[in-house]
């Protein structure tokens, strides 16, 4: 009797051992599971005219900045970012036919990443009606125009506009409610007082271009805290790489033409490589 009980205990050990190992294997299975990670965003984040392009329509590069974090964090990516987006195109279809950005998400997606804003409030708009040819004062100056009266009109539609990302990062999470939200700032684009004429933008207009984006940057950071978002802060990386820096150490590109392949006032691809190395670091803490 003795002996059988002997044997049924090893029998229930091993079955045991058997059911543990299998519980270890498939945690150890759902924990080697890649990041469901999909890139919402415009031009800044499709990096619009950096080679190759994958996407004629929406302009986006294999250098985009989601593939580099992707790449880094070892993630399953959908990129749905596309050059001219504003956030109206995350709910509605882009160009007529382009799926809203919206149905990129899924209940399982681990992680969202965004920047949106620029074509909303006409920065490059803006920016390409500042450019003076002639130093001062043979031109007219955007600043002066922009703020005529006491009225900054770009920091009104800034400032009008910052409801409409809130909304936005609600919707991510209502729908992917289990991912975690970054949402990531615009750049440092040219330098205090630019450099004309590098760069044919007089000092007072520079300076006022930037703060704009700053400004708009600003709103990013107070949306996404706001609404249970990390923001990440790409300005402070691209100091001394803006538009006004020596050619070939360039983040972001400015009006002017060089030999690396961008579009102006848009990331290049070494800027794509920083932002993405930036977003990876912030979703690994």
Same mark, same amino acid.
């Given at each position: ?30 924990? *080697? !599971? ?5 890139? $919402?965003? #415009?031009? @800044?984040?499709? =990096?619009?005219? /950096? ?17 580099? *974090? !992707? ?5 399953? $990516?959908? #990129?749905? @970012?596309?050059? =001219?987006?504003? /956030? ?25 990443? $965004? ?7 006409g920065l490059v708009q803006t920016a390409l009606g500042c450019v003076n040819v002639f130093p001062e004062p043979a031109g007219f100056s955007c600043k002066d125009r922009l703020t005529a009266g006491g009225v900054d009109t770009m920091s009104n539609a800034i400032q009008a506009w910052a409801p ?122």
């Amino acid at each position: 009797m003795r002996g059988k009980i002997v044997r049924w205990s090893i029998v229930a050990t091993a079955a045991t051992a058997v059911a543990a190992a299998g519980m270890l294997g498939s945690t150890a299975s759902a924990s *080697a !599971a890649p990041l469901n990670y999909v890139a $919402l965003g #415009d031009s @800044s984040v499709s =990096g619009s005219g /950096v080679p190759i392009q994958v996407d004629l329509v929406c302009t986006r590069s294999s250098q985009d900045w989601p593939t580099v *974090a !992707a790449a880094k964090l070892g993630a399953k $990516l959908t #990129d749905v @970012s596309c050059g =001219g987006a504003t /956030v109206a195109d995350f709910s509605g279809k882009q160009f007529g036919f382009v799926a809203p950005q919206y149905d990129a998400l899924k209940p399982d997606t681990n992680l969202v990443t $965004l920047t949106i804003g620029g074509n909303d409030i006409g920065l490059v708009q803006t920016a390409l009606g500042c450019v003076n040819v002639f130093p001062e004062p043979a031109g007219f100056s955007c600043k002066d125009r922009l703020t005529a009266g006491g009225v900054d009109t770009m920091s009104n539609a800034i400032q009008a506009w910052a409801p409409k990302l809130g909304a936005a990062v609600d919707e991510i999470h209502k729908r992917s409610p289990q991912a975690r939200v970054i949402v990531a700032g615009y750049g440092t684009y040219i330098q205090k007082d630019g450099c004309y004429p590098i760069q044919p933008i007089w000092a007072r207009d520079a300076n006022y271009l930037q703060d704009k984006v700053n400004e708009l940057s600003a709103v990013l950071r107070g949306q996404a805290l706001k609404h249970n978002a990390k923001f990440v802060d790409f300005a402070p990386l691209t100091v001394g790489h803006d538009s006004c820096a020596p050619i070939g150490t360039r983040y972001l590109e400015g009006l002017t033409p060089t030999v690396q392949p961008t579009l102006p006032l848009h990331p290049t691809a070494d800027g794509l490589a920083v932002y993405g190395a930036a977003i990876a670091a912030a979703a690994k803490s």
